[in-house]
Structures are given as C-alpha cells and as structure tokens.
C-alpha cells in the first residue's frame, strides 16, 4: 500500500442551513477542499460520498454522481456509502483505499447530511433506520434510549456519577464555543444540565447532540503528489473499518463497543504506535456518555475510569488527553454523514497548527466514528507531516 | 409465561430472532420454539421522547433481560424503575406484536 496525503479540506458550518440543497452543501465543502489542495480536480479518480438518509429526508438520491458533476469532476466512479452515523468515516477509508491501492493518485471523500427542516417524528423514523427494526425496534427503544442502557450498567459497574457525565458536556459545549463552525457552544454548567428535561433516563436534554446539517470532504493524494500541492499536507498512518453487531441482543456486553474496541486495536498496529502516542482524540460523543465508553474503548483512559478522567479535567485541552477539541457531536453538531469526515477536518487543522482550539504541539491524532446500535465503527490515526 | 424463539436443529443454539440463518452454525434449519421467560435484569431506560407509533405509551421502560436459557431479549418493563437494579430476577408476563413485557419475578 503507498503512503496517502490529505491534501486539502473544505467544510461548511455546521447548523442550520434551510435555504441551501443538499447537493450545494456537500459540493461546497469539497471545492473548497479541491481548491486548497491545488490539485487540478479533473486529476480526482474516484469520489466516496458518505450520507445516511438523503432519501427520506430530502427526497434526492444518486448524490456521489450529482456532487461530482456539480463540481466538474471527470467521468469516474461515484459511491454513495452507508453506514448510518460512520456512513462519513466510511467514505473516508474509500477514498484513502483508492489512493493507497495504487488505483487512482487522488479521491475526494465527502460527506453531507440534511435534517433540521424535517419535523421530529420524521427525524426520528429516519435515525430508528440505523437500529434492526425486527427486533430492537419492537420494543419502542430509541436511540437515547441505547446509552441510557449503557449509562445505567456503566453508573453500577463503575460508580460513574451524574456530574462526572455532565463533565463531558460543559467541556465540549465550551470547546465549542471556540470553535467557528460548531453549532452549539455554550457555557453551561452541572447545574443547568441537572435541569434540562429527561429524554431517557439518566439522558437528559444536554447530553444528546443537535439535530445538524453541513458538509465536510477531503482530498486524499498520494505521497508522490507532495511538490504539487498548495496546502500543506497531513499523512494517513491508519484507517480501519469494523463491524459490530447490528442488535442489542448480539452485544454481551452494553457498556462497550467491540466495534470500537477491534477498530482501535487494527489502527494502533496499521501505524505502529499506542494510544499513549496519540497526542488528541476527535470522538463519536453522540450521547455524553458516548465519550465515557469511548475512551475507554480506545484504550486512551483505562477501563472505568472515563468519568473520572472527565471531571478532573485530564480531557481538556490541556490536559492529559484532549478529547473533542472541537466540541465534538454534542457542541459542534451531527450531520450524520459528515460528522466522521467533520472530524478528520478539525484534526488537520490541529496538525497543522491552525484550529482555533489548538492542542500544544500536537502531531498524532485519531478520529473516531460509529454507527447504528455499534455495528459500524471506523478509526483513522493521522499525523503532522513533519513529526 | 415462555418466550418465541428459534430454535437451531443443527446445534441447538436458541434466538430471540427474526433470523434467515444460526448466528452460531449458519444452518438455516430454524424452527419455533419456546424458552421459559424467567431471567435476570441486564439494563433499563424509561423512554420519555418515544417514536411515532409508541407516542401514546410514553413514558415507558424499555429493558434488556438475560433469560436463563442464556439468550438476551429487549423488551419493556412493567411499571416505573424506581426500584430496578442490576441482575434482578424478571419474568415475561405479556407479549405484544412480538414484544415482550417483564415484570419482577414473583418470589
Ligand atoms: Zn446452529
């Protein structure tokens, strides 16, 4: 496999963009990609376009092939990929196969996701596609309802407490707040989530991520490409997709994620590292105590003790580990087929030394995405050119 | 009451379904069973924001029950979760549309 280069990134704001189609969402975020990168877009050999569900959303498919001819691509192969929340990282790891295969020199990932006009009950028929609605489906569970289940058996095994979660929240709502794109900054603090209406019980209203559209891409070359470029680049170590399972009942466990778990183990080998060389994490913070489990999922914070590493601020920025610089799912948004491209955008920048919630001299980092009930995940290990 | 399942008559192996093949042994010799509805209490959530066709049961609790027999099962709890803990002892008492409701076992 050769060497891979994220040569350029584009992304609108995440948020609310009613006026805008979604085709001109995701086409806006990958010319700006194209034309930061330099590369001449009629060199793109492949394009991966990650969306959940543009269909019953918007009413508009074949969208890998209409973004494309959008911007002017030539007559190459076009993907629409699926894998509900992981559907952007998903098309990530397309485009950088593509790449590091040997069968094209440049591919553009993008990802895009429209819902905030819809009105709730048609979001969440939409969002219940992702779980098996044979089986978990009958029972009238949602997904809130998911890490509610995975909350309650992580407060009893560990002892996790109700302000070591909310510790997750106002972290990322303040990251969020630094951060231009993101949707939702605030400052807020134990008290005003304690009085946030119950979703799901411990779930309440602040530690579930906004309804969001946006867009978010990525042009992957490879490494012989360098000269050519006019950004200036980050390198792929790793990329790798799992499979979890796609219902409750084949989970033995609810307080992890074997998807999560087997992708984290097969990225720290692809790159020849550990999780402690990891110098920040942009992670799938759906629920807040999404974060808790993940953390622990990826080995950066053992086994029980995501709470705590939480609330003594060792996530922060500054501290230990930063987690979700960039406010992550629950300040900067969830459009679900951008997020996991969203992600490896903030961490480019954090690479490059430009993001606006900068890690100190940070020249590793992972993103991680995961989809449905856990039955997709994808993590990418990425690194400072020079580092 | 006892629980549908399938039944693997290749090895035995039994699923809450549905299912097309054994998720152990990929045999597509599944038949309907039966499993006695007694088992322990894996997690619980009370939903208060419930999808379209559950609006009117809100709020409700959903739990996900280990059976003895060894296979887990989601399905609803009867009542509130005041009192709900971690492996206590339920019992399927009712089933709608496929779901099943459980109820802490009578000692
Ligand atoms: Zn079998």
Request: negative net charge; aromatic residues 4%.
């Given at each position: 496999?050769?060497?891979?280069?994220?040569?350029g990134?584009?992304?609108?704001?995440?948020?609310?963009?009613?006026?805008?189609?979604i085709?001109?969402?995701?086409?806006?975020?990958a010319?700006?990609?194209?034309?930061?990168?330099?590369?001449?877009?009629k060199?793109?050999?492949?394009?991966?376009?990650?969306?959940?569900?543009?269909?019953?959303?918007?009413?508009?498919?074949?969208?890998?092939?209409?973004?494309?001819?959008?911007?002017?691509?030539?007559?190459?192969?076009?993907?629409?990929?699926?894998?509900a929340?992981?559907s952007?990282?998903?098309?990530?790891?397309?485009a950088?196969?593509?790449?590091?295969?040997?069968?094209?020199?440049?591919?553009?990932?993008?990802?895009?996701?429209?819902?905030?006009?819809?009105?709730?009950?048609?979001?969440?028929?939409?969002?219940?596609?992702?779980?098996?609605?044979?089986?978990?489906?009958?029972s009238?569970?949602t997904?809130?309802?998911?890490?509610?289940?995975?909350w309650?058996?992580h407060?009893?095994?560990?002892?996790?407490?109700?302000?070591?979660?909310?510790?997750?929240?106002?972290?990322?709502?303040?990251?969020?707040?630094?951060?231009?794109?993101?949707?939702?900054g605030?400052?807020?603090?134990?008290?005003?989530?304690?009085q946030?209406?119950?979703?799901?019980?411990?779930l309440?209203?602040?530690?579930?991520?906004?309804?969001?559209?946006?867009?978010?891409?990525?042009?992957?070359?490879?490494?012989?490409?360098?000269a050519?470029?006019?950004?200036?680049?980050v390198?792929?170590?790793?990329?790798?997709?799992?499979?979890?399972?796609?219902?409750?009942?084949?989970?033995?466990?609810l307080?992890?994620f074997?998807?999560?778990?087997?992708?984290?183990?097969?990225a720290?080998?692809?790159?020849?590292?550990?999780?402690?060389?990891?110098?920040?994490?942009?992670?799938?913070?759906c629920?807040?105590?999404?974060?808790?489990?993940?953390?622990?999922?990826l080995?950066?914070?053992?086994?029980?003790?995501?709470?705590?590493?939480?609330?003594?601020?060792?996530?922060?920025?500054?501290?230990?580990?930063?987690?979700?610089?960039?406010?992550?799912?629950?300040?900067?948004?969830?459009?679900?087929?951008?997020?996991?491209?969203?992600?490896?955008?903030?961490?480019?920048?954090?690479?490059?030394?430009?993001?606006?919630?900068?890690?100190?001299?940070?020249?590793?980092?992972?993103?991680?995405?995961?989809?449905?009930?856990?039955?997709?995940?994808?993590?990418?290990?990425?690194k400072?050119?020079?580092a | 009451?006892?629980?549908?399942?399938?039944?693997?008559?290749?090895?035995?192996?039994?699923?809450?379904?549905?299912?097309?093949?054994?998720?152990?042994?990929q045999?597509?010799?599944?038949?309907?069973s039966?499993?006695?509805?007694?088992?322990?209490?894996?997690s619980w959530?009370?939903?208060?924001?419930?999808?379209?066709?559950?609006?009117?049961?809100?709020?409700?609790?959903?739990?996900?029950?280990?059976?003895d027999?060894?296979?887990?099962?989601?399905?609803?709890?009867s009542?509130?979760?005041e009192?709900?803990?971690?492996?206590?002892?339920?019992e399927?008492?009712?089933?709608?549309?496929?779901?099943?409701?459980?109820?802490?076992?009578?000692?």
């Amino acid at each position: 496999m050769r060497q891979v280069l994220i040569a350029g990134i584009g992304s609108t704001p995440f948020g609310r963009h009613s006026e805008i189609a979604i085709q001109s969402l995701a086409i806006r975020a990958a010319d700006a990609a194209i034309r930061e990168s330099g590369i001449d877009r009629k060199q793109v050999g492949a394009l991966y376009l990650g969306n959940f569900v543009s269909g019953p959303l918007t009413g508009q498919e074949v969208l890998a092939g209409l973004v494309a001819d959008g911007l002017g691509l030539g007559q190459i192969p076009c993907t629409k990929v699926e894998g509900a929340c992981a559907s952007g990282g998903i098309a990530f790891r397309h485009a950088y196969l593509a790449v590091a295969s040997g069968m094209c020199d440049a591919a553009l990932a993008v990802g895009v996701e429209k819902m905030t006009h819809a009105d709730t009950a048609t979001t969440t028929a939409a969002l219940n596609c992702a779980m098996d609605n044979r089986s978990d489906g009958i029972s009238g569970l949602t997904f809130p309802g998911l890490f509610g289940l995975a909350w309650q058996i992580h407060a009893e095994r560990y002892g996790t407490s109700r302000d070591q979660v909310s510790a997750v929240v106002s972290k990322n709502k303040a990251n969020g707040l630094l951060n231009p794109l993101a949707q939702m900054g605030a400052n807020v603090g134990a008290d005003q989530i304690l009085q946030s209406p119950l979703i799901c019980d411990p779930l309440r209203l602040y530690d579930c991520c906004p309804t969001s559209d946006g867009a978010a891409a990525l042009l992957l070359v490879a490494a012989d490409k360098r000269a050519e470029l006019a950004s200036s680049p980050v390198a792929v170590m790793a990329s790798a997709q799992t499979r979890g399972s796609a219902r409750i009942a084949g989970h033995p466990d609810l307080c992890t994620f074997d998807a999560t778990v087997m992708a984290a183990q097969a990225a720290y080998a692809q790159a020849g590292i550990s999780a402690k060389d990891v110098d920040f994490v942009e992670l799938h913070d759906c629920f807040s105590i999404a974060e808790i489990i993940d953390t622990e999922d990826l080995g950066i914070v053992p086994r029980g003790h995501g709470g705590g590493y939480a609330l003594e601020g060792r996530t922060r920025v500054g501290g230990d580990i930063p987690v979700n610089p960039s406010g992550g799912l629950l300040s900067k948004g969830h459009p679900v087929g951008a997020t996991g491209l969203g992600q490896i955008y903030e961490s480019v920048l954090q690479l490059r030394g430009q993001h606006p919630n900068q890690v100190r001299d940070a020249a590793i980092g992972l993103t991680h995405n995961l989809g449905g009930t856990g039955v997709a995940c994808t993590v990418n290990i990425l690194k400072r050119i020079d580092a | 009451m006892h629980i549908k399942v399938l039944r693997c008559e290749s090895c035995g192996t039994l699923d809450p379904g549905p299912r097309d093949l054994c998720a152990a042994c990929q045999s597509d010799k599944l038949v309907l069973s039966e499993a006695p509805g007694a088992g322990a209490l894996v997690s619980w959530t009370t939903i208060r924001r419930a999808p379209t066709r559950f609006k009117g049961q809100a709020p409700y609790v959903v739990a996900v029950v280990k059976l003895d027999a060894g296979l887990i099962i989601t399905g609803r709890f009867s009542g509130t979760e005041e009192n709900l803990r971690l492996d206590l002892p339920v019992e399927a008492v009712s089933e709608d549309e496929g779901a099943y409701t459980f109820a802490e076992k009578a000692s």
